[in-house]
C-alpha cells in the first residue's frame, strides 16, 4: 500500500514539475492566446467571473464606455436572458474565428506591453442551424503583472451584425 501512494506522489511531482518546464519555455504570445481563449470558453459556459478574471481592476472598453462593473452586468444580464425558454439551454456561442497576421504582438520597447487583434463570432442555434449573429474585429491592450497577463483596454469594430439584447 505504502509503494502505491509513494508511485502515486512521484507521478503527481513529476506530472507538475513537467509542466512548469514546459510553461518556462512557452512565448508570451502562446500565453496570450490560451488567456483569451480561456476567458471565451468561460463566456461559453456562462461564467462571468471567468469572463472577466483576466481583466485588470481598471480595466475599460471604448465605444460603449465599459468598466469591470458595466461589463460584469452586461455578461449577468446576457446570461440569463439568453436562457432558451424550452431546453434551459444558453443559446450564445463565442468564437475566437481568427487571429489577423501579427495579431499578438509583445512591444518591443516594452516586454511587459502587449496588443491584439482577432475576429471574434457570436452565433446561435436556432432550428439545429448555427447564425452568427454578430462578428467583431477586437483590439486589446494588454500588460503584464505579477499574477500574469492582464487585459487593460479594449474596443471592438462591428464586422456584421449585431450584439443581442440591444
Known amino acids: ?7 502515486l506522489v512521484v507521478a503527481i511531482v513529476i506530472y507538475v514539475l ?3 518546464v514546459v510553461l518556462l519555455f512557452v ?11 480561456e476567458m471565451i470558453d468561460s ?13 485588470a481592476s481598471d480595466y475599460l472598453h471604448k465605444s460603449p464606455r465599459l468598466d469591470n462593473d458595466r461589463l460584469r452586468a452586461l455578461f ?14 444558453f443559446r450564445y456561442r463565442a468564437d475566437l474565428q481568427t487571429f489577423e497576421e501579427g495579431s499578438v504582438s ?15 463570432h457570436l452565433s446561435e442555434k436556432q432550428k439545429g442551424e448555427t447564425l452568427v449573429l454578430w462578428e467583431v ?9 505579477v ?10 469594430e462591428t464586422i456584421d451584425g449585431r450584439m443581442p439584447l440591444r
Open 1 to 7: 500500500m505504502k509503494r502505491i501512494f509513494l508511485i
Open 18 to 20: 513537467g509542466r512548469q
Open 27 to 37: 512565448s508570451d504570445e502562446t500565453r496570450i492566446t490560451w488567456l483569451l481563449q
Open 43 to 55: 463566456f461559453n459556459e456562462r461564467d462571468n467571473s471567468g469572463c472577466r478574471a483576466h481583466l
Open 76 to 89: 449577468a444580464s446576457l446570461f440569463l436572458k439568453g436562457v432558451h425558454p424550452e431546453t434551459y439551454e
Open 106 to 120: 509583445v512591444l518591443d520597447g516594452n516586454p511587459k506591453t502587449a496588443n491584439v487583434r482577432a475576429i471574434v
Open 137 to 145: 474585429r477586437l483590439e486589446a491592450e494588454l500588460e503584464k503583472a
Open 147 to 156: 499574477s500574469g497577463w492582464e487585459v487593460k483596454r479594449t474596443r471592438h
